[in-house]
């Protein structure tokens, strides 16, 4: 996933950290859905402070299952 510069700032003072990531789904309706772990590894802009990371098709279809409340989540093919 690491990119040769930021796409915020173009900084190409950029690093990649391992990461552990919990996604929550937002309100209270949803408190008792069961939340989606990944374990990307960050690429951090050392300039700007901009993160991203990579979401594998497996999880982005978990995430897109879960919240079925909204049709707007589909995953792409």
Not at 1 to 9: E, K, V
Not at 30 to 53: D, E, M, R, Y
Request: aromatic residues 10%; proline residues 8%; charged residues 20%.
């Amino acid at each position: 996933m690491s990119s040769q510069f930021c796409h915020f700032c173009h900084s190409e003072n950029q690093r990649e950290f391992p990461a552990e990531v919990n996604i929550h789904f937002p309100g209270i309706k949803n408190l008792t859905k069961p939340t989606v772990w990944l374990f990307p590894t960050l690429s951090v802009c050392l300039h700007c402070g901009v993160a991203q990371f990579d979401l594998p098709d497996a999880e982005l279809e978990k995430l897109a299952e879960r919240d079925s409340s909204n049709p707007s989540y589909k995953v792409a093919a």
